[in-house]
């Protein structure tokens, strides 16, 4: 059972340019819409770029739930509140999720998605050291940033991970600190971000321009996963960046970035 909408809630957003056409990037399972911001300010010059974090992410609000359709839907409030109807979207992970429901359940307002590294199906469990590593530390706020960096490292030997975590870090005006995330609520929704985005009520699929990227060492996008992916988005192309893994945009950002510019604002060989 889905639950209920969160409504007339606004994400916390980052706003790059001022053009008429809108392009909206949509970070992963606990990123920040600052993760993207050397794309936002690629795309700047030539459109206006909105970078939200979702919800239980960042400085965006904490709420029970973390369906795909709840998340679509503080999507599409956020717009509303901004007075932007239709737009194009780049989502990564869990964000590519996000992006991939936002056009099935708002399918007039979605004029070309890009999906990296991720594709519309469920996936196994693979978070648990993280999520625990999160739970051990979080009754510390007696922990600055180097202490909770060295819990962190203890549990995960990541130090990439662990810097990624750390942005959601803050001191308050008390001198404690805190998170910036909703951990119980991510992790009671957990089952739900593994889940696949859902087709709406007379909207099975979406026939609007589509481009997958996928890092060509990362195996979230498989040849099995092709399949569920042209059932939902008929038009799509598949392409693999070299050399990348998962966090591809960040990896080969001079391969990323002009494929998602290109594609982005129409400049593509598919346009």
């Given at each position: 059972m889905i639950p209920s909408r969160v409504v007339n809630q606004s994400?916390?957003?980052?706003?790059?340019?001022?053009?008429?056409?809108?392009?909206?990037?949509?970070?992963?399972?606990?990123?920040?819409?600052?993760?993207?911001?050397?794309?936002?300010?690629?795309?700047?010059?030539?459109?206006?770029?909105?970078v939200p974090d979702l919800r239980n992410h960042g400085r965006s609000f904490r709420a029970a739930g973390m369906s795909y359709p709840e998340l679509a839907d503080d999507l599409a409030s956020t717009l509303d509140a901004a007075g932007i109807g239709s737009v194009s979207l780049l989502g990564h992970s869990m964000g590519g999720k996000v992006a991939m429901q936002f056009a099935l359940s708002y399918p007039a307002r979605c004029t070309r998605l890009l999906v990296a590294d991720i594709a519309p199906v469920i996936y196994p469990p693979h978070h648990a050291a993280v999520l625990a590593a999160l739970r051990a530390v979080a009754d510390r706020p007696d922990a600055d940033r180097r202490e909770t960096a060295r819990l962190l490292e203890e549990r995960l030997h990541d130090p990439a991970l662990v810097g990624l975590l750390l942005m959601h870090r803050e001191r308050l005006p008390d001198g404690a600190w805190a998170w910036r995330l909703g951990r119980e609520h991510i992790e009671a929704g957990y089952g739900d971000i593994l889940a696949a985005p859902q087709p709406s009520p007379g909207h099975l699929r979406w026939e609007g321009p589509v481009l997958f990227l996928r890092g060509e060492r990362s195996e979230y996008v498989q040849p099995v996963h092709v399949g569920p992916i042209q059932a939902l988005f008929p038009t799509a192309r598949i392409e693999s960046v070299p050399a990348a893994g998962h966090w591809l945009h960040a990896e080969r950002p001079e391969i990323f970035i002009p494929l998602a510019r290109n594609f982005l604002l129409g400049d593509d060989a598919s346009a």
């Open positions: 994400l916390h957003t980052q706003i790059f340019g001022d053009a008429e056409h809108t392009v909206v990037l949509l970070h992963g399972l606990l990123g920040l819409g600052s993760n993207l911001g050397a794309i936002a300010r690629a795309l700047a010059g030539q459109c206006r770029v909105i």
